[in-house]
């Protein structure tokens, strides 16, 4: 018999400061390998990878045939570092690349071939079916390239080539599971959290997306009751708190209700997860509300908007629920008691200053809980990305590290090599100016910490049953400066000289070119910084500063800022201030219950009954006390060793709104003056 093929699959990831828990299961090229064995049976060996390290001692070893790198943006720098390293080491295996993150331009493809120029070829699209018929091409054609498979993409000196492109099909019927072949079990007991994929493509073309494009705008099935397979054939091996169903809209199908019972079932069976993410499809309203009953807690239910302007998203080329539907959404989650999450991306084409700061006020008038920004990322493979788009829109660019994604890794030969992430992100269009997007940063911390960590969550809602929107407050406050120092025995000037700092360290971490951020983290101080996880994710940094150093002012500047609007009694917001304080004191404040006394119906504040809100002379107590959460955090804050709150924080799966004090009974101060519409 021939010696099998053997082949290497490597999906990496920057395993330096990262504990498996918080790895993926690696099920892209799970699938790979499971097609590829089913087609070859033993006429291929194949090996699947996550750690680096592991990966180099193995290949050095063992020698494969051929090699094959998940590429995205965020391994891409440890593909390249790990992939030259394997290039010099294994001068005759074929090297292939694949991922969604593949531009259209012909300029930009020869641009990646000049970044990985360890590659012999890159799979486009779709890679179980080219990856396995490459693998035969490698064995019997000597070399022909006119034989290569379609979906193959290739230099040859200053040329581009690609073969022939394969039609996808809406029904996947021909490619077997990892999971029920047993290939992702090591992951599995290692940790890792699974990942289930029950279709594949989106249905939507927008612009700042490769996942539409990869898949030509289809929606394709995986086999149904493989599905239901995986899902229990995963609950009873994994330990994992936390799973993602990683469709793209996940209940654009009547099957998906089925889907989602199955992982309730598993989590009712035996308590794992604790936590399922998901990405609810647009414009099936009832069947998402059902699939957030049958998930209940396990699932904070997104439904993205990115942006809210009309000219915007006609740019973008999204088409966005009605809004009538959309805050009818948000009251029906509200009604069985779950929480709801939006996305919003800024700048994306056309967006200004004014039409994304309505869009966040929209928001908070819609109920949305937690509302996320994010910076324009452009992606390789997005139309975004595109020539066109960058010119058309006045697109101007700046690189930033993506944190927590670096890593220094030994080699065979004890040598290391060193590896970090980063992005390119827009800082400014024909529309949008980088000083708005640096006022955007600090008004999207306040929108993070005030109203996402719940911090003055309970307060800010009550100013919104009197006409108040948080975004107003939010913006006033960072209007705080020395004038207002005066009314608030200077308070005001210290939270303006936070906020002095915060945009001083925003301002610092981004580089004009990507020679420039490469040349800064290859001095051998400023990587080493790296690798502490000394440049710090400034959300969570300026989150821990402010409950450390700066709670007092903050609380003295909002409650006045509030009263001074008119808009509120002083008695209802004197009470809603002092349960908000108490319930988010000082981080260094000793604090080991706190007792507020409020009006006896204060509870029964809502949207109903704000009108003519009269607080009853009758008083009840309710008794906050710190509860062993906010007490592990507090000791491990306070005991860093050295380390900065941004890796104090990532290694122990903190979450900071577990920081507010908590009570006897059940009270949900996120729930607490919710609006009702």
């Not at 997860?273 to 059902?290: S, Y």
């Not at 609380?555 to 009263?563: A, E, S």
Request: charged share 25%; with cysteine; proline share 4%.
């Amino acid at each position: 018999m021939a010696t099998p093929t053997k082949v290497f699959l490597a999906d990496l990831a920057h395993t330096y400061s990262v504990d498996n828990e918080s790895l993926p299961v690696p099920l892209n090229i799970g699938f790979i390998k499971a097609y590829a064995v089913a087609e070859h049976g033993d006429a291929v060996d194949i090996s699947l990878f996550k750690n680096p390290e592991l990966f180099l001692r193995r290949a050095c070893e063992e020698k494969p045939d051929v090699i094959g790198f998940s590429n995205y943006g965020w391994n891409e720098n440890l593909n390249i570092a790990v992939g030259s390293y394997a290039r010099e080491a294994l001068p005759d295996a074929l090297i292939i690349a694949g991922g969604p993150n593949i531009d259209p331009d012909p300029d930009q493809r020869m641009q990646m071939f000049g970044r990985h120029d360890y590659v012999d070829f890159v799979v486009v699209d779709g890679g179980e079916e080219p990856f396995s018929e490459i693998i035969e091409w490698w064995r019997d054609a000597n070399g022909d390239r006119t034989l290569l498979p379609q979906n193959i993409l290739w230099r040859d000196g200053d040329g581009m080539h690609r073969t022939g492109e394969r039609t996808l099909k809406k029904v996947i019927d021909n490619i077997q599971s990892p999971y029920l072949s047993g290939y992702l079990d090591e992951f599995l007991l290692a940790g890792m959290v699974p990942m289930l994929e029950t279709n594949r493509g989106c249905p939507f073309k927008c612009t700042f997306c490769a996942w539409g494009s990869a898949s030509k705008d289809l929606v394709r099935r995986l086999d149904f009751d493989t599905a239901l397979a995986e899902i229990e054939y995963v609950g009873h091996r994994s330990q994992a708190n936390n799973w993602i169903v990683c469709d793209a809209n996940f209940g654009i199908l009547k099957r998906d209700i089925e889907i989602a019972k199955a992982i309730r079932k598993v989590k009712d069976s035996v308590d794992k997860p604790q936590k399922c993410h998901i990405w609810l499809a647009k414009n099936v309203t009832e069947r998402n509300l059902e699939i957030g009953e049958i998930l209940g807690d396990m699932v904070v239910p997104v439904m993205a908007v990115q942006s809210l302007d009309p000219e915007v998203l006609s740019n973008i080329k999204r088409d966005n629920i009605a809004t009538d539907t959309y805050v009818e959404y948000q009251r029906k989650f509200h009604d069985i008691g779950s929480k709801t999450y939006s996305d919003v991306i800024v700048p994306l084409p056309g967006e200004t200053l004014n039409s994304h700061i309505q869009a966040l006020r929209d928001l908070c008038d819609y109920g949305v809980d937690i509302i996320q920004n994010h910076n324009m990322r452009l992606l390789a493979g997005a139309e975004t990305n595109s020539p066109d788009t960058r010119k058309t829109f006045g697109f101007r660019t700046r690189y930033r590290l993506i944190h927590g994604d670096a890593g220094v890794y030994r080699c065979p030969d004890q040598t290391t090599i060193r590896a970090f992430e980063y992005e390119e992100s827009l800082r400014e269009t024909t529309t949008m100016t980088e000083s708005e997007l640096f006022y955007l940063r600090k008004l999207h911390f306040l929108v993070d910490f005030a109203w996402n960590l719940d911090v003055y969550k309970p307060l800010l809602r009550v100013g919104h049953l009197y006409g108040v929107n948080p975004i107003d407050i939010l913006q006033q406050l960072l209007e705080v400066g020395e004038a207002a120092s005066s009314d608030t025995d200077g308070a005001g000037e210290k939270v303006a000289a936070f906020f002095t700092e915060f945009d001083a360290k925003s301002r610092e971490e981004w580089f004009d070119t990507r020679e420039d951020i490469e040349a800064y983290f290859s001095d051998e101080r400023n990587f080493e910084c790296l690798i502490n996880q000394e440049f710090e994710k400034l959300n969570i940094m300026f989150s821990v500063t402010l409950l450390k150093d700066y709670k007092p002012e903050f609380d003295t500047v909002i409650h006045g800022l509030m009263r001074s609007l008119g808009n509120i009694s002083d008695d209802i917001l004197d009470h809603a201030a002092a349960l908000a304080f108490a319930a988010f004191p000082a981080l260094d404040a000793d604090v080991s219950e706190h007792i507020v006394t409020l009006p006896d119906n204060f509870m029964e504040l809502n949207s109903e009954t704000a009108v003519g809100f009269v607080p009853s002379v009758d008083k009840r107590s309710l008794r906050l006390f710190e509860g062993e959460r906010r007490k592990q955090i507090r000791e491990i804050l306070n005991d860093r060793s050295g380390q900065t709150f941004s890796k104090t924080l990532n290694t122990q799966g903190i979450v900071l709104r577990d920081l507010r004090l908590t009570t006897e009974k059940e009270f949900e101060f996120d729930n607490q003056f919710r609006r009702a519409f």
